[in-house]
């Protein structure tokens, strides 16, 4: 099933049915995160590959729109079997190329197989409306509004890093069922991987055209693809400043985004300060903090706080650092830019007095995990994002202080409540300006099916797996008009 997208060591694209490699013979390298040597090289395609492939997309479209979505059902169904199949092979691509730890590269493959199935029984269900006209004041039983949900032509789907297959997957899934094309363009260092996603769509039975894939550098080809005349949806994930700069360019085109994050954890009082503290932890440093849930600054009650930070200590302790393949939750950073911008916040913090209880040490990208306590609003560990091991505490005297700093931030993806208070839970949840409110449990993601949003400069639009083909989709009205008697 794989044999075909690379020739020697270099990544083909999908590209209408067949797996190309760029004209130019242009390539961009792709290393290991853990010891910087060369895994392979991908395609570097320029813009009129990009032409072509959304020619491909468009031609692809049209058939597809017109496939029973019993059939689309079918190939997901398919392409989910087919992951489960390959998933240990699919895992160890993702132990190579972003660094990430073998239990949690597993869990990638399995979760975005299960979203796939449930992406393909969910849309089933999308099912239109009729409405009558006498509802409303002036019309008679004369006319009959048939509401059908219609594709919206070719999606550009853009995926990050640090879920290269499953976050390619919650964009490409939606949209097929929906009945759109896809043209994927994949992050740099995870393009490996979500090329074999896109192999193993196309096993599944996905017809040329429906999915394509782009590679190349986002700086020669990046504004091309977002403002391209055949662009009919935007799925973006990744930075702030990235997604605010394609919603300045793109013009017109709906978008669905999920930018960054700088999520709190709200600790009162009455928390069960050891279930916290573990969901803390777990929260903050999985996969070495490098997700935009990640839990990224610690809001507590004065009185707890020391109590709180010992706690949060010990579960550190706990965390296994070091090579992915060995097992290690914190393993080295994406690239080296980013350990020198964790490294960056880090200095900060220390120059202007917070208090370092663990951390500060790094070997070339591998980041130990850090925390600080007696962090201070005048301090950018407060506000910034690090997407990397670092985690800041900020002691607070009362809980509508918390809510005060927690809502300042440019940020609003989600956040964290600990109490055992239900009256209290609601009403700092109530106050924050969050897509999502988690009440005694890390910030995360799932379960798929919830919605999943952020406000602010943390996106625009809900995704989750009805909610996302919705998105990718439109009401299409025919009015029926008929004698009345």
Partial sequence: MFEAIKDMNIYKNLLHGEWVGSKSGSTIKITNPSNGSTLAYVSKFNKEEVDTAFASCSAGQEAWSNTTVYERARILHKTADLLEEHEKELADILVKEIAKDIESSLAEVKRTADFIRFTADEGKHMEGETIGAESFPGYKKNKISYVSRVPLGVVLAISPFNYPINLSASKIAPALMAGNSVLLKPPTQGAISALHLAAVFQAAGLPPGVLNTITGSSSEIGDYLVTHEKVDFINFTGSTVVGKHIAKIAGMVPMLMELG????????????????????????????GQRCTALKRVLVMKKVGNELVAKIEEEMKKLKIGMPE?????????????????????????????????????????MYPTLFDYVTTDMRLAWEEPFGPVLPVIR?????????????????????????????????????????VQINNKTER??????FSG?????????????SIEAMSRRKAIVLNVESY
């Fill in 261 to 288: 994050g700088k999520d709190a954890a709200i600790v009162l009082e009455d928390a069960d300060l050891q279930d916290a503290a573990k969901n803390i932890v777990s929260g903050a440093f999985s996969y070495s």
């Fill in 326 to 366: 060995d097992g290690a939750v914190i393993t080295p950073l994406i690239d080296s830019n980013g350990a020198d911008f964790v490294q960056e916040l880090i200095d900060d913090a220390l120059d202007k007095g917070a208090k370092l209880i663990m951390g500060n040490k790094r070997e070339k990208n591998l």
């Fill in 446 to 451: 799932g379960p798929d099916h919830f919605p």
């Fill in 396 to 436: 607070v005297n009362n809980m509508e202080e918390a809510i005060v700093i927690a809502n300042s931030s440019q940020y609003g993806l989600q956040s964290s409540v600990f109490t055992k208070d239900i009256n209290s839970a609601f009403h700092v949840a109530n106050h924050l300006e969050v897509g999502t």
């Fill in 455 to 467: 406000v602010k400069a943390s996106g625009m639009g809900t995704q989750g797996i009805r909610y």
